[in-house]
């Protein structure tokens, strides 16, 4: 197994943390996109969620009440809850954890981020028709991404990659008008270094998954490997506070989200990948006819949803 994790440099040491070796070992794929998913449960802590921000933006903020969580809470995107989204120092922060490649992530952000300014004006009584300029905060859009396919460590994805220009258009003189850019950071054990080591809780969960893969890769049950996992960690004081505080919630969170990754799988094999496929046609049909009341609307409303999707057949 690997060694102890060590820990980073700076404001965020703690004292007296073991090493862990930078190189990861090859393991088995463990899929988290689901509410309630550990890097969720993780960065719901306020402490740990500044200390992501500043490991991202270099930048060393202290005082948890500067930042304003903006989640919305039950509402799902695209089959998906959204992690975390919060409000800090004149910026919109839209942080994401993904076990599997998504290219449609900048899409999401878009409609997520139409929700979150809609909110955001709403609250400060501005008037969209009115003379004066409506102060916006900055968006930042982050997606943590640890599957086993191999990315970079880092990567921009942009809406315009989606736009199907006519036939014949000269891009190069037509701008469009909408864009959303997608950080996506590789956050695999052993990528991403210098992020990790200023951002401990980040490199703690890195560290618990990849000691999740090497037990799965030798033949264990899930359970089983969660477990020894969960051991090991305690061991090497790695996620100490969430893990003997809340052991039984980890487990099962792993748990719900392994099984749900494997009975996903199964559906793909016998080919609901299809499904899929007609509703991002349907996403991108109905942008392109501005029908932006529908393309929200299919997202909370699954007969609206169905319905849409025979005519479109």
């Known amino acids: 197994m690997a060694k102890k994790i060590s820990a980073g440099k700076g404001r965020n040491r703690v004292k007296r943390k073991p090493r862990v070796s930078p190189t990861p070992d090859k393991g088995t794929y463990v899929q988290r996109e689901y509410k309630d998913s550990l890097f969720r449960f993780i960065f719901k802590d306020k402490r740990k969620l500044l200390q992501l921000y500043n490991a991202l933006n270099h930048t060393s903020y202290e005082d948890t009440n500067l930042l304003t969580v903006t989640t919305l809470e039950n509402v799902i995107y695209i089959g998906y809850y959204n992690d975390v989204s919060f409000l800090i120092c004149g910026m919109m922060c839209l942080y994401e954890h993904q076990g599997s490649w998504n290219p449609n992530m900048p899409l999401r952000g878009l409609l997520y981020f139409a929700r979150l300014y809609s909110g955001y004006i709403d609250a400060g009584t501005y008037n969209l028709y009115g003379k004066k300029l409506i102060p ?178």
Do not use: W
């Not at 969960?230 to 090497?236: A, H, P």
């Open 136 to 313: 916006l905060p900055v968006p930042q859009y982050v997606v943590f991404y640890n599957g086993m396919d191999e990315h970079p460590e880092r990567e921009i994805l942009r809406l315009s990659d989606s736009y199907q220009f006519p036939e014949g258009m000269d891009r190069s003189r037509f701008e469009p008008a909408l864009e959303c850019n997608v950080l996506m950071l590789n956050i695999n054990y052993g990528k991403n270094r210098e992020l990790m080591e200023n951002c401990r809780p980040l490199m703690e969960y890195s560290y618990f998954i990849h000691c999740v893969r090497q037990y799965l890769s030798q033949g264990d049950s899930p359970e089983q490997s969660v477990d020894k996992a969960v051991g090991q960690c305690l061991r090497e004081n790695v996620m100490t506070d969430i893990l003997r505080a809340h052991r039984k919630e980890v487990v099962c969170m792993f748990l719900e989200d392994y099984n749900a990754e494997q009975y996903a799988r199964a559906l793909r094999k016998e080919g609901f990948e299809d499904g899929e496929a007609q509703l991002i046609a349907l996403q991108q049909k109905l942008l392109h006819a501005n029908r932006m009341d529908d393309l929200i609307r299919i997202i909370n409303d699954s007969e609206y949803r169905d319905k849409l999707l025979k005519e479109t057949e």
